[in-house]
């Protein structure tokens, strides 16, 4: 179940909390990390497949894996913005 919270609520309630206030930003900062080493790996594997494409060179068997590998959790992916 998710619940929302107004921003001064959330505010009041933290304010006098500093405890959890800090737990509030490892958990964002912890998470917010994880996406980008997510971001980045999908990039790196994007571009190396790109770069084999425009070279003309087949892709290794582990490239393949792991585009697989990324489409299946993240979707499609869409590399207009490689260009």
Do not use: F, H
């Not at 929302?4 to 909390?17: N, V």
């Not at 959890?20 to 998470?31: D, G």
């Not at 917010?32 to 497949?49: G, H, P, Q, W």
């Amino acid at each position: 179940m998710v619940t929302e919270i107004p921003g001064d609520d959330l505010a009041a309630y933290l304010s006098g909390k500093p405890d959890k206030l800090m737990k509030v930003l490892r958990l964002l900062s912890r998470r917010t990390r994880e996406t980008d080493e997510k971001y980045l790996e999908v990039c790196r594997i994007v571009y190396e497949s790109d770069q084999a494409e425009k070279k003309g060179v087949a892709r290794s068997a582990k490239l393949d894996k792991e585009l697989q590998r990324v489409t299946k959790e993240y979707g499609e992916l869409n590399t207009l913005w490689l260009d």
